[in-house]
């Protein structure tokens, strides 16, 4: 018969102990196990193990509120309840989430008028990008941002894209407002591939060697553009298994740029490099 796996074991009450109960589990949160985790019933208390394991002996039947507590900043306190029974042992997992904090605000133009569709983008919960449009009254919302310093960045048709820093609070709703800059000017263009047909492709605007602008080409017809103001920029654009392409220079009207992505050579595998 073959060992079972430690998580599919039932768990079981030590016989010195039948009129009382246990509660064990593992604390996770978003990539992996947490060790030194608080975890408390009623007034008992411990600790998790390295790899996130946590058991409390021991338990006076009835019912329990199981708070889990992270070593470290940034994530919510997590309660579950269980109930036990004499000799009874639960196997209680907890999940650990981010502390969500509520970001809203609007986006106007320079005159002070709402602008509508602009999108508003950032890493705002964890290490997912969020991404809202405005509405009808220029106004947008995140509902769930990890408390402390963020950033959100605003691309609207026909206007300079805009990031701004801020700390999002724990307590209320943090605003953040937006006044947006007409372009005078744009670059935009088609990329594709060698034999013409459109791709995807990610693309840099870059300004002094700083990245000011980002964005991928349509899907369907390979098209991109960024609203500007006169100057000089450089633009690279880059898309799997194919050489990166790039264009440098100034701008002061519409200026219209395709590029022509070329298949990046093939490396060789190490019995092709083998004499």
Request: aromatic share 8%.
């Amino acid at each position: 018969m073959s060992k079972q796996d430690e998580s599919t074991q039932k768990p079981v009450v030590p016989e010195d102990k039948k009129d009382k109960g246990v509660i064990r589990g593992t604390i996770k949160y978003p990539w992996g196990t947490v060790r030194d985790a608080t975890v408390t019933a009623g007034e008992m208390s411990v600790t998790s193990d390295t790899a996130g394991k946590y058991e409390i002996l021991s338990v006076d039947p009835g019912s329990y509120s199981v708070e889990a507590r992270a070593p470290f900043t940034g994530y919510e306190v997590t309660t579950q309840k269980v109930d036990i029974v004499a000799g009874e042992a639960k196997v209680v997992d907890i999940y650990l989430d981010f502390e969500k904090a509520v970001v809203e605000g609007h986006v106007y133009d320079s005159s002070g008028k709402p602008i509508a569709g602009a999108a508003l983008s950032g890493v705002l919960f964890g290490k997912d990008m969020q991404t809202v449009t405005t509405d009808e009254n220029g106004c947008f919302r995140f509902d769930k941002v990890t408390p402390g310093d963020r950033f959100i960045r605003v691309n609207a048709r026909g206007y300079m894209a805009e990031t701004r820093d801020f700390t999002a609070k724990k307590e209320g709703a943090t605003m953040v407002e937006f006044r947006l800059q007409p372009a005078s000017c744009r670059f935009y263009g088609v990329v594709t591939s060698e034999s013409g047909k459109p791709m995807q492709a990610e693309i840099l605007l870059m300004k002094s060697g700083i990245v000011v602008q980002k964005t991928n080409t349509d899907a369907a017809t390979g098209g991109y553009e960024f609203p500007v103001l006169p100057g000089i920029y450089e633009i690279n654009v880059m898309a799997p298994d194919h050489q990166p392409r790039g264009w440098h220079g100034s701008i002061s009207a519409h200026m219209k740029i395709d590029f022509n992505m070329e298949l990046a050579p093939e490396q060789p595998t190490d019995e092709q490099g083998m004499h």
